[in-house]
């Protein structure tokens, strides 16, 4: 047991197995095409390069599952031998040029390559929640935010108008606003924000929400060092942490209790919730600027192996088809990294 396993993991299953996952509401979801549309009508058009995320790098990484994480899955993910992992960082939003050093948010993409040719994909972001409910309010959202064509600016009455209608798109933002800036792309953490049930070979389930916790702990920058370090510094950052060997993340389940919500990725799991580390994750490779395997992976999280499932999250489930349309355009456009 590590120092976050204050209880053991046959009472966490047993807690956990009070826990039945919400079953889905129906929801119209948007047209995965319009929902592309708005996201280039809103954050711009930039060809070839990805619609969120598009400033990003390539890397590799190794991953080792815990004994804490096969008592609760049978996902060979966690069977306790060498996962190759290929990563990807970016800092949000559709400009490729976005800058490194403003409070905004940052991305660990995750393809683990398993054995038996299967796959798990993961978006996870530096914030425990994400910008809206449903696909639905994603969409007007992103309505409400769009530039008018004369002003080259959002309309500051439609954009109150739909948040005072739609407060849960308000909280990331002030998450955000609320924290410093990352002093590195490996020195932060990362939310997955769905929530995920592990299930073993007894048929024993536990949910939760996941988190990837740096090794070396959680780094800022004053407002100061930021404004020093200048607009592009995290590739070269993660160049060298990685060849210092100092660049690894803790694999951390928070667990879910009778009650807590799963199925609303606005919503985090209430503060000191216990945890147990499923694995660490370390980063051994960077590739050259603009290269990669990464290039053309979708990271959809609704890819899982065996093991894990995703609760019935709306926004969660509603990923895979845009992923899907916004990668063929980036192919016909020629794909950028």
């Not at 299930?199 to 916790?213: D, M």
């Amino acid at each position: 047991m590590n120092k976050h396993n204050a209880t053991s993991i046959g009472s966490l299953i047993a807690l956990a197995g009070f826990i039945s996952c919400i079953p889905a509401v129906t929801h119209a979801n948007p047209d995965p095409n319009a929902m592309v549309n708005q996201f280039e009508a809103t954050n711009g058009k930039f060809d070839g390069f990805r619609r969120s995320g598009a400033k990003g790098i390539c890397a590799t990484g190794e991953f080792i599952g815990s004994a804490e994480g096969r008592k609760i899955s049978t996902a060979s993910a966690f069977n306790g031998k060498p996962i190759p992992v290929i990563v990807r960082f970016s800092v949000g939003g559709a400009n490729p040029k976005a800058a490194d050093n403003t409070k905004s948010q940052r991305n660990l993409a995750l393809q683990f390559n398993l054995p038996k040719n299967e796959v798990w994909q993961m978006g996870n972001i530096s914030a425990p929640v994400f910008g809206s409910a449903t696909p639905e309010q994603l969409m007007g959202r992103l309505q409400s935010l769009q530039p008018d064509p004369t002003t080259k600016a959002a309309d500051p009455a439609k954009v109150k108008a739909f948040a005072d209608a739609n407060p849960e798109v308000l909280i990331q933002g002030k998450y955000f606003a609320s924290q410093a800036v990352p002093a590195s792309y490996v020195a932060t953490n990362y939310w997955g924000v769905h929530g995920y049930g592990f299930s073993n070979a007894k048929k024993e389930k536990v949910w939760g929400k996941y988190v990837f916790e740096p090794v070396g702990g959680v780094q800022t920058l004053t407002d100061e060092e930021a404004k020093a370090k200048g607009p592009n510094f995290l590739f070269d950052d993660l160049r060298q942490r990685v060849m210092a060997g100092n660049a690894a993340f803790n694999f951390n389940l928070e667990i879910a209790q009778a009650g807590d919500i799963l199925t609303n990725a606005t919503v985090p799991l209430p503060e000191g919730r216990k945890k147990i580390t499923l694995g660490v994750l370390k980063i051994v490779a960077v590739a050259p600027d603009g290269t990669g395997p990464c290039l053309n992976i979708t990271f959809d999280p609704n890819i899982m192996p065996a093991g894990v499932e995703g609760a019935a999250d709306p926004m969660l489930r509603a990923r895979t088809a845009p992923y899907a349309v916004s990668l063929g355009r980036r192919i016909v456009e020629g794909s950028k990294q």
